[in-house]
Structures are given as structure tokens and as C-alpha cells.
């Protein structure tokens, strides 16, 4: 996290590298993250307003949970996306810390393109589900089935477009893979 207090001793995490040689990807990864903070400041609002209306006023009103709860599978699924953009998902880095530059982005490549082909699928098969519960609304809040199940189409998209990306990345400029060093203290 980072501090807007100018007199913090807390440095601003530094851009990555394509959002540092891409307007393109710098505009959607600060799209990404601004729809991630609403959605969070929108989940906490939701709470609190469940909170209030339950214990206060003694009247709960039930869409708010509902809402809540598909408020945070909204968020989860867009973080997905963000952690691929950082590349900040969570690895197992048994050996590629004895491989050669070159060699840990071959690792790196065929990583992606797994992650790429499973989330390019997972993008097919939750767009027909949506499509199919688009129909159907929710009990309580009465939102549309389709805009809930959409958020899996939505974070698969983000994350399959985010390690093709990271792919490209990976085989023009290998040095720019992070070592185990470098991830051991967190920069």
C-alpha cells in the first residue's frame, strides 16, 4: 500500500514494467484498480449498511447481504486480473532460482500459456453460463443472474489478456523477470 503523507518513509510501489512503456496498459491497469477500490468502498458500504439497518433500526433488509456477496465476487474476479498484471499470483519457485535468465522465461512462458488456455476456455464456459442465467434474477435483490456470473468472463478476459502480456514480455526482455532475491524482499 502505498502513502500520499509527503513525509512518509514509505515509497510508492514503482510502475511495472509495460505500464511504464504502455499508455494503453497503464490507462486499463488504473481503470482496474479504480473499479477495485469502488467495488471494495462499495462492499463496505453495503456491510455497514446491513450492520446499521439489522442492530440499529431493527429492520434488516435482505438485498444487502445479497448484494454484498456479489459485490465481492465481482472484486475477487477483477483482483485476479490485477494480480496478473503485477505478476504478484502465487508461484512455487522450486528451481528457477538456479536457471539462467533465458531459461526462467522459457519457465515463465509455458506458465503463462497454460494460465492462458485455461482462462481463455474459463472466459467461453462462464460466458455461456451468464448467458444462460441472464434470464433468471436473484431472489432478494432481484439483479439479473447474467450480471453476477459475468464477473468470472470479466476477470478470465483480464487475466488471460494480462498473461499474454506477461508472455511477450517474457520472451522480448527476460531480465526483466523478477529472482527469488528480489521477491524474498518484496520489491
Known amino acids: 500500500m502505498t502513502s500520499t503523507d509527503p513525509d512518509s518513509d514509505e515509497e510508492p510501489e514503482p510502475l511495472g514494467f509495460v505500464e511504464s512503456r504502455s499508455r494503453t496498459m497503464r490507462l486499463l491497469m488504473r481503470a482496474e484498480r479504480i473499479l477495485a477500490v ?4 462499495a462492499l463496505f458500504g453495503l456491510v455497514v449498511f ?4 439489522r442492530y440499529l433500526l431493527g429492520a434488516p433488509l435482505v438485498w444487502t447481504e445479497e448484494l454484498a456477496r456479489y459485490t465481492l465476487v465481482w472484486l475477487t474476479f477483477l483482483g485476479a486480473g490485477l494480480i496478473m498484471a503485477r505478476r504478484r499470483h502465487i508461484t512455487a519457485r522450486l528451481f528457477s532460482h538456479l536457471l539462467g535468465p533465458r531459461s526462467t522465461a522459457v519457465l515463465e512462458i509455458t506458465a503463462n500459456l497454460v494460465v492462458i488456455g485455461v482462462s481463455a476456455l474459463l472466459v467461453v464456459a462462464g460466458w455461456q453460463f451468464a448467458s444462460t442465467l441472464a434470464r433468471v434474477d436473484s431472489p ?8 453476477v456470473y459475468g464477473a468470472s468472463v470479466l476477470g478470465f478476459a483480464l487475466v488471460c489478456l494480462h498473461a499474454c502480456v506477461n508472455t511477450a514480455v ?4 527476460p531480465e526483466t523477470l523478477r529472482d527469488d532475491a528480489a521477491l524474498a524482499e518484496g520489491a
Do not use: M, N, Y
Open 50 to 53: 446491513q450492520v446499521v439497518s
Open 38 to 41: 469502488a467495488l471494495l468502498a
Open 140 to 147: 432478494a435483490a432481484g439483479l439479473s443472474l447474467g450480471w
Open 170 to 173: 517474457a520472451w522480448r526482455h
